[in-house]
């Protein structure tokens, strides 16, 4: 059984769905290990991971249109506004969604649908550089 640990970077430029399958794929392609558990991980309070459709670009807009109703920025029933109004429902959202995911790997391949893709869900409106640690673990 073999570990190894890596990261990939995501430049997020506003709040919104970033699709990071390739970036993902790319690096397991890079690495030793064929088949085993890949664990994502990421250690923003402000953003987070998941697994959607990544065919239709109206599936992501769609999410963002419920996340804005349901999380509402700037209410005034918060209390945490140290980084503007859109700090605390940026913490909801995380709290609401997915900071570790994991996935099979078999033969170099993620075990995702046809149409699935792997998500950095980036919940501020600012641009931020996003580091998501991979553990993947195998032979």
């Known amino acids: 059984m073999i570990q190894i640990f890596g990261n990939i970077t995501e430049l997020t430029k506003g709040r919104k769905l970033y699709d990071i399958t390739?970036?993902?794929k790319s690096w397991i392609?890079?690495?030793?290990?064929?088949?085993?558990l890949l664990?994502?991980?990421?250690k923003h309070t402000s953003a987070s991971l998941l697994v959607n459709e990544n065919y239709d670009s109206d599936v992501l807009l769609d999410l963002e249109n419920f996340f804005t109703k349901l999380v509402v920025d700037g209410d005034k029933a918060y209390s945490h506004f140290l980084e503007g109004p859109d700090d605390m429902s940026a913490h909801i959202r995380t709290a609401l969604s997915q900071t570790n995911l994991s996935f099979s790997i078999k033969n170099?391949?993620?075990n995702l649908g046809t149409w699935q893709g792997i998500f950095l869900y980036e919940h501020r409106f600012g641009n931020f550089e996003r580091c998501v640690d991979l553990h993947?673990?195998?032979e």
């Open 22 to 24: 390739p970036k993902i």
């Open 29 to 36: 392609n890079l690495e030793k290990i064929n088949t085993g």
């Open 136 to 138: 993947f673990i195998g």
């Open 39 to 42: 664990t994502l991980n990421i």
């Open 108 to 110: 170099k391949e993620i």
